[in-house]
Every structure is written in structure tokens, then in C-alpha cells.
DNA sequence: AATTTATGTCAGCCATATTGACGTATCTTG
DNA sequence: CAAGATACGTCAATATGGCTGACATAAATT
């Protein structure tokens, strides 16, 4: 139990070590670190959802609803990438339970417009500072020109076509702010 | 449709943009760059295996078998944080269709040694090389001392605490060549 | 007046996760 | 050797969160 070998003896222990850098080709090392990083910065707003009954969908919308506030439930479907009924089930939770409310669109009647509520804005500053911590620590020993290239290259991950509204501002943003 | 506002005129418009990256404190920007950045990440293998009936779970078991060869199942649990059952079906499907193979363990025979076959390596190549394509269209505007520090901040998003076997490999890996 | 759009909702299906219980082979230990 | 622990597999029941398809309503557009 206390020895590193994935297999258990000499044996077999040659063949079961990690496959080797030895591919200038493929990137296993960053495929495998996104699995990791992302795994646990997901992790920990999931613990501290259970208890108020929510999953991570409702800490998607609330999210999305917090920074940008007016959004319609259009364009977050466009985002999320989930159908209507399948939103409808979480933003039905948390309009009920006050995360979330809505206003009638004042050009276009028939929009609902999307705003967090106050204890819906606590809740995301919660699950935020969460993350923020884990983000800052992982950012610690290196200065802002790193945090820049961290987010360059998360900008880059992304896909360009076809980006739906949020995706568009970030990239406005980010255009601009990428020599920042 | 042609505009970006996310109400839709301007009366809306005000309190329809970015919440503004006023706020020192929390990493909005890099919370959601992750999200996105993990969302189209994924999309590419999840579009690909549907092709063989098979999910994102699959390619998980698929990626570490290969990764780790001669990995043990219960070794697998701890990396995935699934449970057997749910990892039985999976597993069970991908033995049955020749993507992995069992060995018996020589010193301890209970254990069923998984390694990926031929099929099963064409299978995580084609799958990483999409991944590995998106990867290096990221960092392909930053030297390879961009490349470390993304590594860099990868595996520090990743929590040290109660490290399964895998995870001990890939910071064993991660110490030797922080600086390389 | 007819059509399209934005939203909501009903009904049912499927994939994937869960817990709990149990069975079997095998290793370890008293 | 007998007893217990371990590695793995599997059965049953359940929950969550996606999905499709169909349909309804209100409001905008043509």
C-alpha cells in the first residue's frame, strides 16, 4: 500500500510506469493536467452545493446570470449548451428559491431578462472565493506576466467560430486587454 | 442579431455587459475562461466517440490505461472518483470490443492488470491528437517557456492532498522537470 | 391576418452516476 | 490450517441531468 508501483512488484513494475515523454508528438502531459485541474477546480463548489440541494447547473446559471446580468435565457442556452427543458428544471429551482429573478424585457415583451438576486449573489461570491483561492495559489509563485499568459492561452483553447454572446464580449475583452 | 448587447437596446444595454472587471478580488475572468476552455476541450473526443457508441468515460479509462499500462482497477477508481459499479459497465464494454485486455497479476492474482490494445491505442491516439491539435494552436504564440508555465499552473490547480498513484507520478514527473 | 420568435412545459427516454449487498478468488496473518 | 482482509465483479434499486418531440402562449414582425 505504501509503494508507488501501479502493478505491484518488479516484475511488472517496468511496463507500469507513466508511458514516458518520449512523444515530441502528442500532448499527453497537458491533456492529462486539464483532467486533473479541471477535476478539482470543479470539485470544490460541488461539495458546498450539495448542501443547498443544488448541482453544478445551478452553479453554471447563477454564474452567467451573475456576470451578465440582463442576460436572456436565449443566449444562455446558447452557453451552456443544454436544451430548454433541461434549463428550465434549474432556473425554475432558482427562481423559486429566490437566486434568480426575472424582468420582462422593456423593447421586447416576451424576453426574461436574468438578474441575480442579492442572496443569489452571495451564493456565486461563495462558490467564486472558492475557486479564486485555488486559482490565486495556483498564480503564487509566478508574477502577473504569468497569470497573462495563463489566460492567453485559455483564450486560445477556445473555440473562435460560431461564439455565442458572452463568448463575443470575451473576446472584445480580451483583445483588448491581451498586452494589458 | 447583429448586435452584442445581451438585452437588446439601450436601455438595457447598460446593465447588460461584462459585470465589469472592477472587482480585485475573485477571478471572474479565469473562472470562466476554464469553463469554456474545458467545455470545447472535451467537445472534440465526446463528438468523435459517439461515432462508436461509446462516452466520455470511456475515453477516460481509455487515456490512463494507455497512459499507465498494467494499471490496476482499483487504482483506476481512485483517479476517476467513480464508483466500481459505473466503472464496470464502461470497462466491461471496452474489454468486450478489443480496446482493453486483462492480465492477471503475477504476484498477486486477484488483481486484472489493464493495458490498451491495438485497437485501444489507435483509439486514445486519434483522440489525443484532436486535443493535442487544440493544445498547440494555444501555445503556439508563446515560447516554450509559455508552454512550462501553463504546466506549471496546471499542476498547481490540482490538490496534493490524498494524491492517488497516478497523481504521484505525474508530481514526481512535475518536480524533475519544473525547471527543465 | 399570418408567421415567426422567445419562452415555458408535459411526457418519456437514456446515460451515468449513486448506495448497499453479496459472491468468489486469492492473499495475509494468527 | 483457519480466519480474515483484499481485489474484483455483479445484482438491484434509485437519482441526476442530459436528451427529443410535441405543444401552448404571448408578443413581435411582416
Redesign the pocket.
Known sequence: ?ADINFANAPSDAAEARPAAPREGDLRWDIIELLFFAYRDFVADPDHE?EAF??????H?VMHFVHRYPGL??????DV?????????????QL?DEGYIL?K??N????????YATPKGEALVAKLAGLQTKRINQALADMGPAGAETVKHFLRAMIDRDDPDKVLEAIFAAGTASTKE
Chains 1, 2 share one sequence.
Open positions: 500500500m452545493l440541494g443544488f448541482g453544478r447547473a445551478h453554471r436572456k435565457v436565449a443566449d444562455l442556452l451552456l449548451r443544454i436544451t430548454k427543458q433541461s434549463l428550465g428544471r434549474v432556473l425554475k427562481l426575472q420582462t424585457g423593447n421586447d415583451r416576451r424576453q426574461r431578462l436574468l
